[in-house]
């Protein structure tokens, strides 16, 4: 049986979407994403009235993937839709070496 772990995360914003910020969750991390949602319900009670949008989902993650070099990303859409991922992080960039047009040294 495969075991899947939630993270409810919860976001606040203005009326027009334009200022948005990470809300806390009560409790952040579940062992299932059915425990997520009954704490979804609560919180949503909890939360209403503090800010004039508020979005929340229980987002689904694998405890067996290694997230230690990952960003957890996320957007709220024109259509009041909370988007989440998670973003490897560990991506080598290349950097160009200063000084480049100069020819080298003799």
Not at 45 to 55: A, Q, S
Not at 63 to 77: K, S
Not at 99 to 104: I, M, T
Request: with cysteine; aromatic share 8%.
């Amino acid at each position: 049986m495969e075991h899947i772990a939630a993270l409810l995360f919860i976001v606040g914003c203005s009326a027009d979407l334009e200022d948005c910020r990470e809300l806390p969750a009560p409790v952040p991390l579940f062992e299932t994403a059915q425990a997520c949602k009954v704490e979804h319900a609560r919180a949503e009670r909890r939360f209403d009235g503090l800010y004039p949008r508020v979005f929340m989902t229980c987002f689904e993650v694998d405890p067996a993937l290694e997230y230690e070099n990952a960003e957890l990303v996320w957007d709220v859409e024109p259509d009041g839709r909370l988007v989440v991922e998670i973003v490897p992080t560990d991506i080598m960039v290349a950097e160009e070496a200063k000084n480049a047009d100069r020819p080298p040294k003799r």
